[in-house]
Structure formats: C-alpha cells, structure tokens
C-alpha cells in the first residue's frame, strides 16, 4: 500500500511539475521549430547567418508561443522581434532600439503598416 502511495504521489508530482514547466516556459521542441522558422526567413531574405549577432526565443505566456528576438552584427542598438502567424508565417512584429523606443524601419526590415500601432501616423 505504501509503494502505491508512494508512486501515485511520484507521478503526480512528474506531471505537475511538468504542466507548470511548459506554462512557463513553453515546448523545447516549439522553441526550436521557432527558431528554425526564423532563421530560414532571415535566409530568404539574404541575409547571412554570420550577420546575426544574437538569436533569442522569448515565451509570451498570453498566446502561448514564442517571439524570436534577432540582434544584427552591423546593428547592435536595435532588436528586431519576429512572430509566427497562425499560418506558420514568419511576420516581424516590432524593431526596438535599445532604449525600448520602438522604430519602424531599421537597416534589415520594416514593420508592416498591419501592426504598427494607432497613433503612429499609419491609420490616417
């Protein structure tokens, strides 16, 4: 009866403890399959994996995906954060300077009108 106990309490702490991890944290396997996304965007784009800097997956709990953040080696001040649509589509959603001041247009892609924010002069 106690390696019952003992077990059942075993597994539920396994997956507890597993549920919280990927609430967290998300799937080591999305996070790569993101990343890999991103990287073959930025290839199809010309741009070389010897210019990136710095390739940083960030888990955004609220959509339950990650955000892949790139830094450029000939841009170091601005970060240029990518999302992956619902149609598996690589999308920049933001270019951050690294004041937190968010441009537009940077040296390695623009913004596309579609999610660039009210009041920036796009929706007049």
């Known amino acids: ?11 539920l702490v396994i997956l507890i403890g597993g549920w919280y ?3 967290n944290y998300g ?11 991103v990287e073959a965007h ?19 709990k609220k959509h ?3 955000d892949i953040s790139v830094v450029f080696k000939d841009e170091t001040e601005v970060e240029y954060i990518y999302f992956i649509t619902t149609a598996e589509k690589v999308a920049l959603q933001e270019i951050r300077k690294n004041n937190g001041t968010k441009i ?20 007049e």
Do not use: C
């Not at 009866?1 to 597994?11: C, E, Q, R, Y």
């Not at 080591?28 to 990343?35: D, F, G, L, V, Y």
């Not at 537009?104 to 929706?123: A, L, T």
């Open 42 to 60: 930025l290839t199809e784009m010309g741009e070389l994996e010897e210019a990136i800097q710095l390739l940083t997956p960030i888990y955004d």
């Open 21 to 23: 991890y990927l609430f």
């Open 27 to 37: 799937s080591p396997i999305k996070k790569q399959e993101r990343i890999e996304l």
């Open 1 to 11: 009866m106690n390696k019952w106990i003992i077990s059942l309490t075993a597994v």
């Open 104 to 123: 537009y247009e940077g040296k390695h892609d623009s913004v596309p009108i579609e999610y660039r924010g009210p009041g920036d002069g796009s929706y």
């Open 64 to 66: 339950g995906d990650f």
